[in-house]
């Protein structure tokens, strides 16, 4: 996908909440790493018993 089409997509904007909410309901975390212009890196990391 490129930027010109990134602008044409709408939304809420509560994914991004709501995906780290069930993480974190799971004891785990969501780690971000951004870089303007380049884009950003999610991870996920959950405890495994």
């Known amino acids: 996908m490129n930027s010109t089409e990134n602008e044409t997509i709408s939304g809420t904007g509560l994914g991004l909440t709501v995906t780290k ?3 974190e309901e799971q ?4 780690l971000v790493e951004s870089n303007l212009g380049k884009g950003s890196k999610f991870t996920i990391v959950l405890n495994t018993m």
Do not use: A, M, N, R
Request: no cysteine.
């Open 27 to 30: 004891h785990g975390k969501l």
């Open 21 to 23: 909410d069930i993480i």
